[in-house]
């Protein structure tokens, strides 16, 4: 029991967050339970929510450091479309295993340079992260337009589409690869110094760096993890389409900064939990699903989920109002009693 | 004099002046058809709705907020004069540019209001109204497009004033966008330069606590800014309605970061407290040349996207460079004294 109370004042936010999730849950579920509880419907969403997962992921590392980065989901289609290359020529056709094996070296190659690029430029050069993402979100655009010429990549091995199709023991590949990577990010933000230096980079560059943390090396990090998870999420996005295009996922970028938001990260930088961000993305996919089964027009549900994100951050604005207000009280009324 | 050449030579503008000069003889050079009266009226027309909305986007990032809710915002517009216009066609161009300013102003006070009230990160705010309103604006158009607007109209869309004769034998003169942006510049720095709003707003950028203490009042200046984007906004509506022809609520996704780009282009930081019409104006004419000048000097639209990306983080980078240089020049004088 005092576990449980324990966990409850030191995670408060994530425990709100959780609430919220079952609530969530429980109202889809009793709104429409011959649609939304089935086996089948559950399934859909663990496969679409690894890829919004790791988007989310990607942009939560940048946030951490008081940036941001514009540039992940052209990034990630960058390099589906040079794995989709691979996989799509004769080397892929004759060696379908080998070729899978490649186009995924090549595919994370390509995402750690455009972290790369990302990183030099805002660690190194010192541009602002919007503006720089903004620059290189054009930049990977083109580029992927170059290769693909406006049109999609498709004709894979069979193998390929197994990685966001297929199942492991009755769970999701994808699904796995998000746990995976969810406690690979837990350890690497929360329980290593790399991830220290993050969350203090985000607090105070200047400081951080007098206390004698190479902050570039550090931010350069961020920015290649930033792409490696998009990336990933760039592998499953492909291999669910079947086929690599510039424009995939791309609706992701906005999705992903509010899932981040929601997720209780600070846009300012220095705060935020992994768990937060994985739990708001588990909402907002709960919500954007049990709408969408439901029969709720897609127009209306982009308007859910902008009004959610707002009011959640308007309402944690207020209790924070009224908790200050209950102190002040309560300390005015102690130095009364005095 | 010499002084203010070389106080000249040392303002973000000059970069900019010089790139474009650059840019424009190569062009000339490259293609004869670059330095002709009608394709320079030409390109300024199509950049003027990217310009218009610039220029509204300029205080908001002097005070150091951003608002991303303005792709939205040009449809919401858009449409809301579309409809206008279809409802009643014996109006005419001045109320409809009024009502399109309207529109906008009513989403930039929802912006303000919520920055303010609930002291919500702008670029948060704005992400949320963006998908509010598009989704809005999206469900009630069904996507569709709105067509047969009067002919009065598209007389006012194509209108030119003066004549100047083209290389084709024909003439050409200013056109209607070119002049609405040409207000918009002359209200925009009115308002950054001689009102009291305007230092306000860059006061605001500059260290937010300390306009507080000089007096200023934050909160009404950030809902004017995002009120004024919002407006500029809706002008730019009716701009590109008066091009186009027709009302299409989906092309605008996207433009929220080109007005940005630009306007950071022209030398406003997202840091806040810098940034000038001047400045916005040439970010609009260097990007207006580097679309037209890709395409004259006939460059493969993929290519395009790659150049543009490269520009933008050329042009961003040049300016972190060029101050960090001149604070390290000071620290150095610091010493030697």
């Known amino acids: 029991m005092n576990f449980i109370k324990e966990m409850k004042s030191k995670h408060s936010s994530e425990f709100t967050l959780l609430l919220i999730f079952i609530g969530v849950f429980i109202v889809m579920g009793i709104l429409s339970p011959d649609k939304f509880l089935t086996s089948n419907n559950i399934k859909t969403m663990a496969f679409q929510m690894p890829e919004f997962g790791l988007m989310s992921l990607a942009m939560m590392i940048a946030v951490l450091t008081g940036g941001i980065n514009l540039s992940i989901t052209t990034g990630a289609a960058l390099s589906s479309i040079v794995a989709a290359f691979i996989l799509s020529s004769e080397f892929g056709k004759?060696?379908?295993?080998?070729?899978?094996?490649?186009?995924?070296?090549?595919?994370?190659?390509?995402?750690?340079?455009?972290?790369?690029?990302?990183?030099?430029?805002?660690?190194?050069?010192?541009?602002?992260?919007?503006?720089?993402?903004?620059?290189?979100?054009?930049?990977?655009?083109?580029?992927?337009?170059?290769?693909?010429?406006?049109?999609?990549?498709?004709?894979?091995?069979?193998?390929?589409?197994?990685?966001?199709?297929?199942?492991?023991?009755?769970?999701?590949?994808?699904?796995?690869?998000?746990?995976?990577?969810?406690?690979?990010?837990?350890?690497?933000?929360?329980?290593?110094?790399?991830?220290?230096?993050?969350?203090?980079?985000?607090?105070?560059?200047?400081?951080?760096?007098?206390?004698?943390?190479?902050?570039?090396?550090?931010?350069?990090?961020?920015?290649?993890?930033?792409?490696?998870?998009?990336?990933?999420?760039?592998?499953?996005?492909?291999?669910?389409?079947?086929?690599?295009?510039?424009?995939?996922?791309?609706?992701?970028?906005?999705?992903?900064?509010?899932?981040?938001?929601?997720?209780?990260?600070?846009?300012?930088?220095?705060?935020?939990?992994?768990?937060?961000?994985?739990?708001?993305?588990?909402?907002?996919?709960?919500?954007?699903?049990?709408?969408?089964?439901?029969?709720?027009?897609?127009?209306?549900?982009?308007?859910?989920?902008?009004?959610?994100?707002?009011?959640?951050?308007?309402?944690?604005?207020?209790?924070?109002?009224?908790?200050?207000?209950?102190?002040?009280?309560?300390?005015?009324?102690?130095?009364?009693?005095? | 004099m010499k002084e203010r050449i070389r106080n000249f030579t040392k303002r973000k503008e000059f970069g900019i002046i010089l790139i474009i000069l650059v840019l424009s003889i190569g062009l000339t050079f490259m293609s004869n058809a670059f330095l002709t009266i009608d394709n320079i009226l030409d390109f300024l027309r199509s950049n003027s709705v990217i310009g218009i909305m610039a220029l509204g986007m300029l205080p908001v990032l002097i005070s150091g907020g951003i608002d991303l809710s303005v792709s939205s915002t040009i449809a919401l517009s858009a449409v809301v004069i579309g409809n206008f216009m279809l409802k009643f066609p014996g109006s005419n161009p001045v109320l409809v540019i009024l009502v399109a300013m309207l529109s906008g102003a009513v989403v930039g006070l929802l912006n303000g209001l919520i920055i303010t009230k609930f002291k919500i990160p702008p670029i948060v705010a704005t992400l949320g109204t963006m998908t509010i309103i598009l989704g809005a604006v999206l469900l009630y158009t069904g996507g569709m497009w709105i067509s047969g607007l009067p002919a009065w109209w598209s007389s006012f869309g194509n209108f030119r004033l003066g004549s100047f004769a083209t290389a084709a034998g024909g003439t050409t003169g200013v056109s209607t966008q070119v002049i609405l942006f040409v207000i918009g510049c002359v209200i925009t720095s009115f308002i950054l330069k001689y009102s009291l709003v305007g230092r306000g707003i860059y006061a605001v950028g500059g260290s937010e606590s300390s306009a507080i203490r000089v007096g200023y009042n934050v909160n009404r200046i950030t809902v004017f800014i995002y009120v004024f984007c919002g407006m500029m906004t809706g002008l730019a509506a009716a701009a590109h309605i008066s091009i186009v022809g027709q009302v299409d609520p989906n092309t605008y996704t996207g433009y929220e970061l080109d007005v940005i780009s630009t306007v950071v282009l022209g030398g406003a930081s997202t840091m806040g407290g810098v940034g000038t019409v001047f400045g916005t104006v040439l970010g609009v004419v260097l990007m207006a040349i580097l679309k037209n000048g890709l395409i004259l000097a006939k460059v493969p639209t993929y290519w395009q996207k790659v150049v543009m990306g490269l520009v933008i983080l050329f042009a961003v980078s040049i300016d972190v460079i060029n101050r960090k240089r001149e604070q390290a020049k000071l620290v150095r004088v610091d010493v030697e004294e």
């Open chain 1, 94 to 338: 004759s060696s379908p295993g080998l070729s899978v094996v490649v186009a995924l070296a090549a595919c994370m190659l390509v995402s750690v340079l455009t972290g790369v690029v990302n990183g030099t430029v805002i660690a190194y050069v010192g541009v602002a992260p919007m503006l720089v993402t903004l620059g290189t979100k054009t930049l990977f655009e083109g580029l992927g337009l170059n290769f693909t010429k406006g049109g999609s990549i498709s004709g894979f091995p069979e193998v390929y589409s197994e990685i966001g199709n297929g199942t492991f023991l009755g769970i999701p590949i994808p699904l796995l690869l998000y746990v995976a990577v969810v406690i690979v990010s837990y350890f690497l933000f929360e329980r290593s110094a790399w991830g220290t230096e993050v969350y203090m980079v985000g607090c105070n560059e200047t400081a951080t760096k007098f206390s004698g943390i190479n902050t570039k090396k550090t931010l350069m990090l961020v920015y290649i993890y930033s792409g490696i998870m998009a990336g990933l999420a760039s592998v499953l996005i492909s291999s669910r389409y079947n086929s690599a295009k510039t424009d995939y996922g791309s609706s992701y970028m906005m999705q992903a900064v509010s899932a981040v938001v929601l997720g209780g990260t600070s846009i300012a930088g220095g705060h935020g939990t992994v768990a937060g961000t994985v739990i708001a993305v588990a909402i907002i996919q709960v919500i954007s699903t049990g709408l969408n089964i439901w029969g709720v027009n897609r127009y209306i549900i982009n308007i859910i989920t902008g009004g959610i994100l707002i009011a959640v951050l308007a309402l944690r604005y207020i209790t924070k109002v009224m908790e200050d207000r209950k102190k002040i009280k309560m300390r005015s009324a102690q130095s009364a009693a005095k």
